[in-house]
């Protein structure tokens, strides 16, 4: 979503993981970013301008002094087009000449012109990689505001076993995102729950429910991206746990409980989005029930309700709860929010099955009455609608008063 319509220009250095830069590109073409792509000379013995000029869709690039006109002048017009700048993967060589104002060739003169933000994922032998003059340059760098994605440990091209292997596609396309958000919750910490919790009745048995922990997550992400500190406190679930996000793993309501509690004095927003079951069994089974013990009634007893807990212990918390409802959704959402004294509500309609859904349909409710509705939109959407409108509300009703 953010990347889409994006100029993003990938710098290709000359490493093994070269070849990987062509996954990047046709990532970001797959999510509607616009990509031109500029090789160094050594990125060209690893891969050739073919293959990149193929997926961007526009001729690529090394030599500095090729396609000068009058109006035209390469290094100026990439670096003026450019709304981010990926070096992927990024040797020792281009971190240095960055570091130190070279700029001799298409792709470090076009970095040293260009104002948009610069990521640079790093893939070298490890022992380069801790070289104190590249740990020097990667520091100074840092301080001056460009980005870095941590290379992984894991088996080199040369054989040795250490930190230096590039970063995972998915985790650059993340931090490309996270240079290009708006980050509207910077300095604010928010406790995200998701998933739905599981309720044991005996070691292998539990009552559930069908949440995903999808909007959740979604949310947890999105927050990360927009600058806030988030601590997800998540039910099982078989997502992958958003980049920048602290999470606390959770299976039980009385667990969950627990952990919220413990981070609530310390956050400034909590957004409840965990399907978390009303009801747990009264006994639970050290061992196994036989099927044939005679055990047919299962006795239920209510979980604490967090969400009113918090409702009742709130001073600077601003505080989103969640509302799933099969009958008279508005009419239970608006309850809800004044019962649970919670500043927004975000209701969803259970009949339209938006458990196992990419996508989900919402309503969100605040104190002053207003309505927003939303209809089949994809959950990352769903994620950054909910934050939009709980940020203009926050900073309303928090930091003008
Ligand atoms: O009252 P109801 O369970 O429908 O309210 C749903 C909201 O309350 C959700 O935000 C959910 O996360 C939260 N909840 C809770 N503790 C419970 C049950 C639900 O905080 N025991």
Request: proline share 3%.
């Amino acid at each position: 979503m953010v990347l889409k319509n994006k100029n993003i220009l990938v710098g290709v250095t000359g490493g093994i993981a070269a070849y990987k830069a062509a996954e990047l590109v046709s990532t970001l073409r797959k999510m509607e970013a616009n990509v031109r792509v500029i090789m160094t000379k050594s990125a060209c013995e690893f891969i050739t301008p073919v293959t990149f000029q193929t997926l961007s869709g526009f001729p690529v690039r090394h030599e500095l002094f090729t396609d000068w006109s009058k109006n035209f002048i390469p290094h100026i017009e990439n670096a003026l087009w450019a709304d981010a700048v990926a070096v992927v993967p990024a040797t020792a060589n281009i971190i240095g000449k960055i570091a130190h104002g070279i700029a001799d060739d298409l792709l470090s003169t076009t970095i040293m012109a260009c104002e948009a933000p610069v990521l640079i994922a790093p893939a070298m032998n490890e022992k380069m990689f801790k070289n104190p003059i590249v740990q020097g340059n990667i520091k100074k760098l840092k301080d001056l505001g460009y980005c870095f994605v941590e290379p992984a440990e894991g088996r080199l091209a040369c054989g040795e076993v250490g930190k230096g292997r590039l970063a995972e596609i998915d985790a650059i396309i993340w931090y490309l995102e996270y240079v290009l958000s708006k980050k509207d919750y910077e300095g604010l910490r928010v406790l995200v729950t998701a998933g739905g919790t599981r309720e044991p009745i005996d070691p292998v048995r539990f009552i559930s429910n069908r949440s995903s922990g999808k909007t959740g997550y979604e949310l947890a992400g999105a927050l990360s991206m927009r600058g806030a500190e988030v601590v997800l406190i998540s039910a099982p679930t078989n997502l992958k746990v958003p980049y920048g996000v602290d999470l606390i793993n959770v299976e039980t309501a009385r667990e969950m409980y627990e952990a919220c509690m413990e981070s609530f004095d310390s956050v400034n927003m909590v957004i409840m989005c965990a399907a978390v079951a009303d009801f747990e069994p009264a006994d639970y089974s050290r061992e196994k029930i036989k099927k044939d013990s005679g055990f047919e009634i299962l006795k239920l007893k209510r979980t604490p309700d967090i969400l009113s807990e918090m409702g009742r212990l709130k001073s600077q918390q601003f505080i989103i709860g969640f509302c799933a409802e099969s009958q008279n959704l508005e009419e239970n959402a608006r309850r809800k929010l004044k019962e649970k004294n919670l500043d927004l509500i975000v209701a969803n309609d259970i009949t339209k099955d938006i458990f196992s859904s990419d996508t989900t349909s919402i309503i969100i409710l605040d104190a002053s009455n207003n309505k927003f509705k939303y209809d089949g939109i994809s959950k990352k959407e769903a994620a950054h609608i909910i934050l939009d409108a709980a940020i203009e509300k926050y900073r309303s009703s928090f930091e003008v008063k």
